[in-house]
């Protein structure tokens, strides 16, 4: 069971910057791949960046790659996603979400890969 948090967000301007964290506790985070989904009003959930248990292999969907940059600590139990040049497109709730297993990140994750989800935190951009 993880008790996972995601924390940072905020209200940004356009072409501004944040970073979201996100706790990880109630599991060893290291034998866990960790993604970043974000949900839009009105939209679907959908798959934004991950990374693998070491942070050796990252993965990011079309519509953030060149922009975001996730990272990881497991000595602190946390995952880290970095957000520049932010658009009003990206305003969503960001929630983390653990994948269990010590494999490469390779591809999109779906929904149905995800163990365990994280509360998110909203991240508001305006124009």
């Known amino acids: 069971m993880c008790s996972c948090r995601a924390s940072g967000g905020g209200l940004v301007q356009a072409g501004g910057s944040l970073r979201l964290s996100c706790a990880a506790s109630?599991?060893?985070?290291?034998?866990?791949?960790m993604g970043w989904f974000r949900q839009a009003p009105g939209k679907e959930r959908e798959f934004v960046a991950a990374?693998?248990?070491?942070?050796?292999?990252?993965f990011y969907s079309d519509s953030v790659k060149g922009r975001f940059t996730t990272s990881r600590d497991n000595a602190k139990d946390t995952v880290y996603l970095q957000m520049n040049s932010l658009k009003p497109e990206d305003t969503a709730v960001h929630s983390c979400?653990?994948?269990?297993?010590?494999?490469?990140?390779?591809?999109?994750?779906?929904?149905?890969?995800?163990?365990?989800w994280g509360e998110g935190t909203l991240v508001t951009v305006s124009s």
């Open positions: 979400a653990a994948r269990f297993g010590r494999t490469a990140v390779t591809g999109t994750w779906h929904h149905s890969d995800v163990n365990y």
């Open positions: 109630g599991l060893t985070l290291s034998n866990y791949a």
């Open positions: 990374i693998g248990w070491g942070g050796g292999t990252r």
